[in-house]
């Protein structure tokens, strides 16, 4: 029980820009936060308890806040908003740290380039479909069982294990100048993809097996809105919260892809 010489607990404030629908205006609401120091408090258990007690600053009983989290250890990339005007996972992001001190306040926001469903929570379906886009697979559908898979060298192995680390959280994305949220899905096609499928693309043409649609993604990054696209801004490699080498994959697919038009281009394949 918490008294009021308890030194271990403080009071924060958590200001949240709300939405209550898409296309609703968007208006800001403070909430007062009790946390414990040392027990590991992040932005979800804050909002759990928002939600646990909806009552804003000024004593105005209000809804729960919507959000979305899986995982709350920076594995699945469902919590990304921005945190004090930074994009990041808001389940790695600590009390003890953000506001180590009575009164500190904490801002959030739903991400800027995907559309808001409701205050925090977002639709990244244009990011999963531009994964399709770049057919980011291996292709083993319809086989038989072949023994052992491709060999690959430590040196592989290294570089892959680090692509496949990405989360699909939306950080580069929404941190990117050439990113730009479009609501009409018809043109997701031509406009920039972004710089996690493109990393991808590296990711599965590494892979022996994923190689086999190695042509198709490098046609897919030299169309309208693919690699060329990137302004070389590299925010998206700043706000990676996996620290994936994100403009070294920009640069080897561009590469990549400048090679493949030449092949095209000579030999029609």
């Keep these: 029980m918490t008294t009021a010489t308890d030194t271990r607990t403080r009071t924060i404030k958590i200001k949240i820009k709300r939405c209550d629908g898409p296309g609703k205006p968007a208006y800001w609401q403070t909430f007062s936060v009790p946390v414990k120091r040392g027990e590991g408090a992040n932005v979800i258990s804050c909002l759990q308890y928002i939600a646990a007690n909806p009552i804003t600053d000024g004593g105005v009983a209000t809804t729960p806040v919507a959000w979305k989290s899986g995982c709350l250890e920076e594995v699945c990339g469902a919590c990304t908003m921005v945190i004090n005007g930074k994009v990041r ?14 009164g500190d306040t904490l801002t959030l926001e739903p991400m800027r380039k995907f559309p808001v469903i409701r205050d925090l929570f977002v639709d990244r ?40 680390e990405c989360m699909s959280c939306g950080c580069c994305m929404d941190a990117c100048p050439q990113f ?28 022996k097996t994923g190689a086999t649609l190695k042509a198709d993604r490098l046609s897919e990054m030299a169309s309208q809105g693919g690699v060329s696209d990137c302004g070389n801004a590299q925010n998206c490699v700043k706000h990676c919260p996996k620290s994936i080498p994100l403009t070294e994959s920009i640069a080897a697919v561009g590469r990549a892809t400048t090679i493949h038009a030449i092949k095209q281009f000579f030999t029609g394949k």
């Excluded at 996972?89 to 009575?102: F, V």
């Excluded at 997701?188 to 892979?207: C, D, E, K, M």
């Design 89 to 102: 996972q808001s389940c790695s992001c600590l009390m003890d740290s953000a506001c180590p001190n009575e």
């Design 125 to 164: 379906t244009r990011l999963f479909e531009s994964l399709k886009r770049v057919k980011a697979w291996v292709p083993i559908d319809n086989l038989w069982e072949q023994g052992a898979g491709p060999k690959e060298t430590p040196d592989e192995q290294q570089t892959r294990y680090k692509l496949s």
């Design 180 to 207: 730009h949220q479009i609501a009409d899905s018809a043109k997701w096609q031509t406009a920039f993809i972004g710089a996690a499928p493109i990393s991808q693309v590296r990711y599965f043409n590494l892979h």
